[in-house]
């Protein structure tokens, strides 16, 4: 009897699976955009670590000798970026001097762009290379995370600074305390989104439906094509992140999201890939146009525009066809974003945002689920119990009592165990209708 039970459990926990906390081996990927390690504890302030470089200015095509040091330390993760823009991508590939002691990662999907430690085992220095790619910025500043113990790190240590020869002097201290591309301005919002052009103007998505993100705590998404052009504004009520993907079918996976991530007091509009159930990986924000952010009342906001259709551009779907659309929020913590806390609400069917505006909701719990966990309670829960409840005190009193040739307590029992097999096989085939197929 516990069997079934336990496929449920086993169901429901594969749903909620999440994310490892230590990484003795430095596969840390996860933490490449934020670099903060998933430990929990608050960060160290005065930094003890330091990196030295070779040289000071570089061309494309340089490799400059890299070096790591400080008191004896555990884990780090080191990645070149452009001091013009410290959230942005890293900037590689890297390459090792000893492989013994650390590890090139692919994070944001450059390859190499980040070096972290193969082992806990204590170290006082680290020596890597950077090679200076084609399209390197003008100026590019080393940041290092440095893990001495589990509850004592250092985030973003900030190292030197190395410049092409031909550029202006980096002298803006404002760039390394606001840490916003001048290339990308990002503006302030003075009021909240408004649902008047829902349906008319705009192609709407809100839970509760037809919320007015103007009066209530409201999750809202809209969608206004303008030309070539689809202008986006999402807000909601979160702390950490809020997000939206468009998809080919109702899971994550090789999907195109968009993530409006707190971080302190401004917020980050990053578009990024899923790919599987993984952490989403963010991608430049290069194809994002007139991004704009607010956070007022415990309410986030952020709008932007993008072109339908971005010929040649990585991850990011042409908006002239149909998808589900996924609308997720969670916590983040200095950039970093953590699994979302309930299902992301999906679209009952796919649309086409750029087609006629509508007015849409959409479910945070699949019916097949639903459906499922009802069958499996039903089943394990009420009928079982009271067939075999009959069986054990009905049994004296209505052995006497016949109904088709047998004792009225066994055809009861019989009816109830029979439905319990029957709900039992049909709620286990429920999650393989769900996932189109058997799934892993
Ligand atoms: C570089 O690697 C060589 C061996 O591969 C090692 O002898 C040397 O000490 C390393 N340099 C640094 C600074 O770690
Ligand atoms: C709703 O927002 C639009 C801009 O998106 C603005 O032009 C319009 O005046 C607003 N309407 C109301 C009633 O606030
Ligand atoms: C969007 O399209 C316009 C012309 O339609 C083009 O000038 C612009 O570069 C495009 N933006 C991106 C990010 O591709
Ligand atoms: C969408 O746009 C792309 C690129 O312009 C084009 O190749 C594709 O056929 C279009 N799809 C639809 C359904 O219009
Ligand atoms: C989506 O809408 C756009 C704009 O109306 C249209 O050009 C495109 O063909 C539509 N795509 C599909 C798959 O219906």
Known sequence: MAVPGFTLDVFIFLLHISSVANYPNGKVTGSCHGMVPEHG??????????????????????????????????????????????????????TLNDSQVS????????????????SSSKKTEIKVYWNAPSGAPNHVQFLVTVVEKYKIYWVKIPGPIISQPNAL?????EASIVPLSTLHPVSHLTKSFNASDCGNKKFCIRSPLNCDPEESACVFLSF?????????????????????????????????????IREDQTVHIQPAHLTGRSHPVMDSRGTLEDMAWRLADGIMQCSFR???????????????????????????????????????LITYEKHNVTDYPKNIGGSHSLLLLKVHGAFMFVAWMTTVSIGVLIARFLKPVWSKTFFLGKAVWFQVHRMLMLTTSALTCVAFVLPFIYRGGWSW
Request: proline content about 8%; charged content about 20%.
């Open 103 to 118: 590890q090139l990662l692919t994070c944001e999907d450059i390859q190499g762009s980040a070096v972290s430690h193969t």
């Open 224 to 260: 206004t094509r303008d030309d070539q052009s689809v202008m986006v504004e999402m807000s909601g009520p979160s702390k950490g992140y809020l997000s939206f993907a468009f998809s080919h079918d109702r899971w994550m996976g090789d999907d195109d999201a968009y993530l409006c």
């Open 169 to 173: 002097p980096f002298t803006t201290p």
């Open 306 to 344: 993008r072109n339908i259709t971005l010929p040649g551009v990585k991850n990011r779907f042409g908006l002239n066809t149909s998808y589900y659309i996924f609308l997720a929020d969670g916590a983040a913590n200095d950039g970093r974003v953590y699994k979302h806390s309930q299902q992301p």
């Open 41 to 94: 504890h608050s960060p160290q302030s005065n930094p003890v670590h330091r990196i030295a470089v070779s040289q000071n200015t570089f061309r494309p095509g340089d490799q400059i000798a890299v070096t790591l040091s400080g008191p004896p330390f555990k884990g780090f993760l080191l990645e070149a970026r452009n001091a013009e823009d410290l959230s942005g991508l890293p900037i590689g590939p890297f």
